[in-house]
């Protein structure tokens, strides 16, 4: 099993979820029999929240399921409801957030585009500072000190994802920061895109118009091949977490802006000739 909470209750929710279905049990029916309401177990089902390992035992007992297997997924039951490292962090980490960060900690790969933005992964400390305070401009210093902590943290993995990353040249051109802030984050993109399994793609204003104009997203792989994929889109109000054919048509909707942008050899250059223009 893998290492995040996060990925272990939505890879138990998806096991839950089918042996019902295999059963020919409703929600309603399955609910009943082991004493919860209809509603705990979607939210079970759907990953919302942790299953306690002895209801994860009685539904898998009412589903059939026997022996070692029963031992082995209620273990998992009990490792979802473990703590993440991000959730030190839950007085700046809204919830719906939160979900993002643990499956971005066991993520082995993440697909990005980003119209406005640089990736908070690919972010510099002065550069989140600047963003983060233009989000929150009330917010306190310590809260904005706790926020740009986190966001470090979360690229301090010792096993980081692969990133393909897509930028519309319109992060070249705002200088988030300020002048000699935003240079250094340049050049730290500069170095993201030279590290092995990085691809760094620039869109340029020469290409016109694209798939996905002025919407961000980020699809998510991960290593297990039972852990299906997942598209990302944050708002301001919250997020999106899509799966199944949306997943699908967002990969499709990234190779045509892969395409569409210059080369990654092309993109180094688009990005060292912003960094010598300041």
């Known amino acids: 099993m893998t290492g995040s909470p996060t990925v272990r209750r939505?890879?138990?929710?998806?096991?839950?979820?089918?042996?019902?279905?295999?059963?020919?049990?409703?929600?309603?029916?399955?609910?009943?029999?082991?004493?919860?309401?209809?509603?705990?177990?979607?939210?079970?089902?759907?990953?919302?929240?942790?299953?306690?390992?002895?209801?994860?035992?009685?539904l898998l007992e009412l589903y059939g399921v026997e022996g070692e297997e029963v031992d082995a997924l209620a273990q998992v039951a009990r490792d979802a409801r473990k703590r993440g490292w991000w959730q030190a962090y839950d007085d700046v980490l809204p919830d719906w957030f939160e979900v993002y960060v643990g499956l971005e900690a066991e993520a082995s790969e993440i697909r990005a585009f980003q119209p406005q933005l640089i990736p908070g992964l690919l972010q510099t400390a002065d550069y989140a500072r600047a963003v983060i305070r233009a989000e929150h401009p009330d917010a306190p210093t310590d809260e904005v000190d706790r926020r740009v902590e986190l966001r470090m943290r979360r690229q301090a993995s010792d096993?980081?994802?692969?990133?393909?990353?897509?930028?519309?040249?319109?992060?070249?051109?705002?200088?988030?920061?300020?002048?000699?802030?935003?240079?250094?984050?340049?050049?730290r993109l500069i170095e993201a895109g030279e590290r092995p399994g990085n691809t760094v793609q620039i869109l340029t204003f020469g290409a016109g118009e694209y798939g996905s104009m002025g919407s961000a997203f980020s699809v998510l792989a991960f290593p297990d091949p039972a852990d299906p994929g997942v598209v990302y889109i944050e708002t301001r109000a919250g997020s999106l977490y899509l799966e199944g054919q949306q997943v699908r048509e967002y990969s499709r909707i990234f190779d045509h802006l892969v395409a569409t942008a210059a080369s990654a050899r092309k993109s180094r250059d688009l990005i060292q000739g912003a960094i010598d223009e300041r």
């Open 159 to 187: 096993s980081p994802p692969k990133l393909w990353v897509v930028l519309d040249e319109a992060t070249l051109r705002r200088p988030i920061g300020g002048a000699e802030a935003f240079k250094a984050q340049l050049q």
């Open 10 to 58: 939505r890879r138990l929710a998806a096991a839950l979820r089918r042996l019902r279905e295999q059963t020919g049990m409703t929600a309603d029916q399955a609910a009943k029999e082991i004493g919860i309401s209809k509603s705990a177990l979607s939210r079970i089902e759907n990953a919302q929240v942790s299953v306690l390992p002895p209801v994860a035992r009685g």
